[in-house]
């Protein structure tokens, strides 16, 4: 048999190694991430992230700088490569 996928419209992020303070506030309480020092936190260079986790019912997920951050239909995160999400996904605005 054949599918097609039913059109449903996400929220996504896209991790760009310097917009730490927006996935923290997108993805909350699912993420979890080491930095190699602090001078961020008070404005002096930027985050040095290196490990960033989401944890799905499915397992924790690497989030590689470049990953898109999805959210999906029943509010849960995941990361996906950029290759895939633009084979998949495209812009609703």
């Not at 449903?8 to 310097?18: F, K, M, N, R, S």
């Not at 309480?29 to 290196?50: H, N």
């Not at 999906?72 to 990361?79: K, R």
Request: charged share 25%; proline share 4%; hydrophobic share 35%.
């Amino acid at each position: 048999m054949k599918y097609i996928k039913k059109p449903v419209t996400i929220e996504a992020i896209q991790w760009d190694g310097l917009n730490l303070h927006e996935i923290i506030e997108f993805v909350g309480s699912s993420l979890s991430y080491s930095i190699c020092d602090t001078a961020w936190e008070v404005g002096k260079g930027r985050p040095y992230v290196v490990d960033m986790t989401i944890h799905t019912l499915e397992g924790d997920h690497k989030v590689s700088i470049g990953d898109f951050v999805i959210k999906g239909v029943s509010g849960e995160f995941y990361p996906c490569k950029p290759d895939i999400f633009k084979q998949t996904y495209d812009s609703a605005n």
